[in-house]
């Protein structure tokens, strides 16, 4: 590969992005430009330099301007991709312009607003949509809680009425499902898109596919009109 591209590089991410440049590729940091979150406090090895959230890709807005700062590059790059890079542009634009609305209009409305997840992944994604994400372990998931902290987020699931505590795919559910026996609330998953969704969910999914199952997941446990 002449060109590589890295969404906040950390981590094992961070040491392939290193690797690549020390063989001549050249790489490109797409959140460069944007604003990023702090992390959850105890956020370990995942979060980045600054101690900032790395989960920008689970807001369907960022995506659409990586969408376009990627495309600026590779044609920068390699300008005899142009005429290619043009022709599909538009239909990822929008794309990722109907994946917004959908959950703009799917989450306008809903009984909760409060998204207990297993880790802190989805801040960015609650804050493009007027969500409150509780998180029960850190930016990663090895930053388990407590016990002491593990009941006082249960207490505060409780006492904001939540009815569903999600987990993510490729974590196991025994955090969620503790806190969720603990309010007699159920639980159901979520993906945080932190490996390639068609070897971990299936030849036929990609990110629109995966986050309009978020969304749907999402709207049934919060209790939205949509759901």
Known sequence: ADVAFAALPHGESAQVVAALRARGVQTFDLSADFRLRDAATGSGEHALAGNKDPHVWL????????ADATAD??????????????TALPKLQQELKDLD???RNGLADC?????????AAFGYLADAYGLEQVPIAGVTP????????????????????????????????????????EIGARVDLLSALEF??????GPDQNYITVMQGNLNRIEKGLGCPAS
């Open 101 to 103: 609305a959908q959950y």
């Open 196 to 201: 390639d969704p068609r070897g971990s969910l």
């Open 59 to 66: 807001s369907p807005a960022e995506m659409l301007a990586m």
């Open 142 to 181: 090895e930053d388990e809680p407590d016990p002491r902290t593990l009941q006082s987020i249960a207490q505060v699931a409780k006492d904001r009425n939540v009815h569903t505590v999600f987990f993510e795919d490729s974590l196991p559910p025994s955090l969620s499902q503790a806190v969720a026996d």
């Open 73 to 86: 590059v590779i044609t920068t790059a390699e300008p005899q991709l142009r005429q290619q890079v043009s």
């Open 111 to 119: 009984a909760s607003k409060v998204l207990v997840t297993s880790h």
